[in-house]
């Protein structure tokens, strides 16, 4: 029987003796001489062993292969003794300083696991200093994968460069940011304004006594300045003549008319491409908001982006809500009424507002018991927001008055009054009408439609639905209205209705939603309308599933589920920019 002793030290403990007669200049028998000079004592059979580049040098029928000095005249001193040390110990302290001196001196030793290495700590430490001079480097040298990573980097944190970074960017890499539909900004006038700023940093050293001192190499600045001002897209810098003279003048333009010129004459020309970069460019999402959840009343906000089928968390309102009414406008969303209890009947008297601009919600402080209502008709139409019916808490009763709020000045009016008092009706607008729909008081159940004439401001009475509903949900789409689900009473539908303003005539689909649902909230997206939430039986139980349906085809799809189950939520469809969506989080 055979045993084996194996001494997990004795490696180790070789080449550190080995190591330690390197730098002794024990049984050393070639020298290397850096490109500063510097002599560094090492072993030919070591270095033969250890390094592909001098097994060749010292093994093949080179020139080198006989002297005693050999001269490195590329590799600083700096570097060549950190790599030595690594080939005879197998270990080398990469730091953010050294890495890129490293990266060359592994790559012309032909040490391929440390240049990895030194390639990975490279993108690691990447930040706002070295990026420019990094992305320089990865460009030249490094394979695709690493300068599409560093270049990513880059087009994310360019906004963010100080004044010398800016200043040393190299005009190539400006004019690749620029070119670049990925460039990571806010705004187009954000390019506009890194435009500027770089050719102040690199070409005008400084001002004295109203005179301009240029850099030597600024005699083909107004060149310079003709070929790039075209990769700025001016068709989405929406500011008048004046308004972009005001922005150029924080720029202290005035001392550089030939610039100021130039912009404002992009401006009028619109020139520049057509598309918006993908950071500003606009996707539509539908924003899912409040609603009663399985232990309580939601604040929570999610977003739903139909072209990804994916959720997200965006952020939340400042009070939880449910039963309430949700109204878009160009740059803000406003929630109108509702309760804030579960089971109380705690009214939420005041109006929050969605700035998308901000990414925030805010209290709209209006006086006036209107807003105190559960279960009532809320639309938005030419800038005002009209409540119709619902449970008035100020009289516990179901009411048929409708008032319009200006949000902008927080003024009230009564409008004409409903022919029939109603609660959970639907409530939707066209171009030039209103439209209630179906509902519920104290005595039935409705299937009776109303519409509103704003020339004439009166209600007119149409064609009633084939069922009753109340908590239902409703789309406008191609000149008819889509009425989905509800409860008549007895059942929870999932039948949807379809109406013809032309022939004043509703006809129930033969396409139903695969789930029956009553609380619930839609969306119009596209060519599709987006069913999401709700309760499926009269007392329950609540769902998350979605689905969409197809108005083209009529056909019906199931797409991804809400992380929680809800009912008596709302939502509406807003056209955000990626910048934004991006700051949301993933359920």
Same mark, same amino acid.
Request: with cysteine.
């Given at each position: 029987?055979?045993?084996?002793?194996?001494?997990?030290?004795?490696?180790?403990?070789?080449?550190?003796?080995?190591?330690?007669l390197r730098k002794s200049g024990v049984f050393c028998?070639?020298?290397?001489?850096?490109?500063?000079?510097i002599e560094f004592p090492v072993h030919?059979?070591?270095?033969?062993?250890?390094?592909?580049?001098f097994n060749a040098l010292f093994t093949i029928n080179m020139l080198e292969k006989q002297q005693t000095r050999v001269h490195l005249k590329t590799v600083p001193s700096s570097a060549l003794s950190e790599v030595l040390d690594y080939i005879y110990s197998g270990s080398l302290r990469v730091t953010k300083e050294s890495v890129a001196e490293f990266i060359f001196t592994s790559s012309m030793f032909l040490l391929l696991d440390l240049t990895e290495y030194c390639w990975d700590v490279f993108v690691k430490t990447l930040d706002l200093k070295n990026c420019i001079s990094r992305k320089i480097l990865a460009d030249s040298i490094s394979s695709a994968s690493i300068a599409n990573t560093v270049t990513h980097f880059v087009l994310k944190n360019f906004v963010n460069l100080d004044f010398q970074s800016l200043a040393e960017c190299p005009v190539t890499i400006l004019r690749e940011m620029l070119s670049c539909d990925e460039f990571v900004v806010c705004s187009e006038l954000e390019v506009l304004g890194i435009l500027v700023k770089w050719i102040l940093a690199r070409y005008f050293i400084s001002e004295q006594d109203d005179t301009v001192i240029l850099h030597e190499d600024a005699t083909n600045i107004s060149n310079l300045g003709e070929e790039l001002l075209p990769l700025v897209r001016f068709k989405f810098i929406p500011l008048t003549r004046e308004e972009l003279t005001a922005f150029l003048e924080s720029f202290a333009l005035s001392k550089h008319p030939w610039l100021r010129n130039a912009v404002l004459e992009r401006l009028e020309t619109n020139s520049g491409s057509s598309e918006a970069r993908l950071s500003y460019r606009e996707v539509d999402v539908i924003l899912v908001v409040g609603g009663q959840?399985?232990?309580?009343?939601?604040n929570q906000v999610c977003a739903y982006v139909p072209s990804s089928d994916q959720w997200l968390q965006a952020v939340p309102m400042q009070h939880p809500r449910r039963s309430f009414g949700l109204v878009s406008t160009d740059n803000a969303l406003y929630a109108v009424g509702g309760t804030m209890e579960k089971s109380a009947d705690t009214p939420v008297s005041f109006i929050e507002r969605y700035d998308t601009r901000k990414d925030v919600w805010e209290e709209i402080h209006v006086t006036s018991r209107e807003l105190e209502r559960d279960n009532a008709g809320v639309v938005g139409s030419h800038d005002q927001i009209v409540i119709s019916g619902g449970f008035a808490f100020t009289s516990c009763s179901v009411t048929s008055s409708v008032a319009e709020l200006n949000p902008a000045n927080g003024e009230w009016r009564e409008l004409a009054s409903l022919h029939t008092a109603r609660e959970g009706h639907v409530a939707i607008v066209d171009d030039v009408s209103i439209y209630v729909i179906?509902?519920?008081?104290?005595s039935r159940y409705l299937a009776s439609v109303e519409r509103y004439d704003k020339d004439t401001e009166t209600w007119k009475v149409l064609a009633p639905l084939n069922n009753s509903r109340t908590h239902a949900c409703a789309v406008w789409y191609k000149n008819n209205l889509y009425v989905f689900g509800g409860y008549d009473g007895e059942n929870v539908l999932n039948s949807v209705e379809v109406y013809d303003p032309n022939t004043d005539r509703w006809q129930l689909l033969?396409?139903? $939603? =695969?789930?029956? &649902?009553?609380?619930? *909230?839609?969306?119009?997206?596209?060519?599709?309308?987006?069913?999401?939430?709700? $309760? =499926?039986?009269? &007392?329950?139980?609540? *769902?998350?599933?979605?689905?969409?349906f197809?108005?083209?085809?009529?056909?019906?799809?199931?797409?991804?589920?809400?992380?929680?189950?809800?009912?008596?939520?709302?939502?509406?469809?807003?056209?955000l920019p990626n910048n934004l969506i991006a700051s949301f989080v993933r359920e």
């Open positions: 029987m055979e045993y084996c002793f194996k001494n997990e030290t004795y490696s180790n403990e070789f080449f550190a003796q080995l190591n330690t028998d070639v020298i290397l001489v850096s490109s500063d000079g030919r059979a070591v270095l033969t062993a250890g390094c592909m580049y959840g399985e232990s309580s009343v939601l179906g509902g519920k008081n104290q033969p396409s139903s $939603m =695969t789930t029956a &649902r009553m609380k619930f *909230t839609v969306s119009l997206c596209g060519d599709e309308a987006f069913v999401i939430g709700g $309760m =499926t039986g009269s &007392r329950g139980p609540m *769902t998350c599933e979605v689905e969409k197809n108005l083209l085809n009529s056909t019906w799809s199931n797409v991804s589920s809400m992380d929680e189950k809800k009912m008596e939520l709302n939502c509406a469809k807003l056209s």
